[in-house]
């Protein structure tokens, strides 16, 4: 079984990251595989509505990163989507990404279905709700399966590592991993 993050940050090893790896811990004490995505170096276009995804089940455009990354996301069992806010909702990397996954799966009926989706979000201050229900939207319009925990899944934090400070944000990001990981052993 195997979970892959995608980090929409802008910053390598930053918060975000920080969130994923604390879910990640206990689905690799539950023996379950993960690998974490960042997209600060990768190059992901905007959609370009050209709506030839259809053909193929990946998109047409292949002079980025995008179908390399969407393949893998195929393959595994959950997907966590996280991302810094940005102006109040997501990064513009995370949002150029999800454009273009929910056109390939809404061209591809079924590609997704009743994998285990979780999204996380970083913030300094405000937006961070916005962020988590854009994420979430993506699993739900996808016959996916949103795993829960007992708080907002969100982080405080600006600088990078401000967010390990965050006590209660790292309990829920423990928590999320542990639901996650029962979900997944059970589907
Ligand atoms: C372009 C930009 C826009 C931002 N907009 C917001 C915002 O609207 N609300 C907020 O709380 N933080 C905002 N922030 C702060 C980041 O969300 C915060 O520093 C977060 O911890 C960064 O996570 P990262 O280290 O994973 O990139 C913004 C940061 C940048 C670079």
Known sequence: MKVIAI???????????CLIQEVFKPLEDA??????????????APCKACFTC????NCSYKNDDFAEI????????????????YFANVSA??????????????MNAGLLTHKAGAAVAAARRGGALNAIDTMTHFFLNHEMFVVGSTYWNMAYGQ????VM???????NMKNLG??????????
């Open 93 to 106: 990397k995370m949002q150029a990404f999800l454009e273009r996954a929910a056109v390939v799966c809404d």
């Open 70 to 85: 969407f393949d893998k996301v195929k393959s595994a069992d959950g997907i966590i989507l996280g991302s810094p806010v």
């Open 165 to 171: 400070n965050d006590s209660e944000s790292l309990a």
């Open 54 to 57: 259809g053909e193929r089940k």
């Open 159 to 162: 600088l990078p590592n401000d």
């Open 31 to 44: 023996g379950i595989e993960t690998e974490q995505l960042q997209l600060f170096d990768k190059k992901i």
């Open 7 to 17: 980090n929409g940050s802008a910053r390598k090893d930053g918060n975000t990251f």
């Open 178 to 187: 542990e639901n996650m990981a029962y979900l997944l052993k059970r589907l």
